[in-house]
């Protein structure tokens, strides 16, 4: 009768090897799966310090970007420009490439935002620009604190360029904000554009 055993082993040590080599394998899994498991938690991390931003941020803020997803406003770049979905009304002047909303923060026609889609020659949305009008420079200074607070979980440092404070997301997006207030009429430029 033949052994299966090779000659050079003895039965306990051919499995004790067999054991051995299935539970460094089994172990290798696991430690790949838990670095994969540790990768994905800490994306969702980022993501959810940033949505909980977003959720606990004011009306105003919320207003204006609308959602903590896509680039802003649910918006994704280079989406064709008859596909939008605004909820809000055309302004009385349009842009030559693109179109232009007002949204109204309040019931007074004091508080509210200019939001231009401007696109490229396919008529794809590559700029959105936000001309927002608050009554107030205090009101203003609080807007634009909330939103470098965001910028700067949802997209990291932030570079200064003269007036103007810009970060570079992940998602091949700059976003540009600026303080353009004058004497009478305070105000904030914010301009999200598709970098090439």
């Known amino acids: 009768m033949m052994n299966s055993t090779p000659p050079f ?9 067999i054991v051995t080599l299935l539970g460094s394998l089994l ?20 993501q959810t310090q940033s949505q909980r931003f977003w959720n606990n941020a004011s009306n105003t803020l919320q207003k204006i970007t609308l959602s903590d997803s896509a680039v802003v406003r649910n918006v994704k770049w280079l989406q064709p420009l008859n596909s939008l979905n605004e909820k809000i009304e055309l302004s009385e002047t349009q842009p030559k490439s693109g179109k232009s909303y007002s949204l109204y923060l ?6 509210f935002v200019d939001v231009i889609y401007i696109t490229n020659e396919n008529n794809q949305i590559n700029k959105i620009v936000f001309d927002v009008y608050v009554e107030d420079k205090l009101n203003t200074i609080k807007l634009l604190t909330e939103f470098e607070q965001y910028f700067s979980i949802k997209h990291g440092k932030k570079t200064i360029q003269g007036q103007v404070s810009i970060w570079e997301s992940k998602n091949k997006s700059r976003i540009q904000l600026e303080d353009v207030s004058t004497s009478k009429d305070p105000g904030i430029k914010l301009i999200y554009e598709l970098i090439d």
Not at 9 to 17: E, I, L, P, S
Not at 27 to 46: F, R
Not at 106 to 111: A, E, F, I, Q, Y
């Open 27 to 46: 172990l290798l899994q696991c430690n790949q799966s838990s670095n994969h498991d540790a990768n994905l938690n800490g994306k969702a991390a980022d």
């Open 106 to 111: 309040d019931d007074s026609d004091l508080n």
């Open 9 to 17: 082993f003895g039965k306990a040590t051919y499995q004790f090897v």
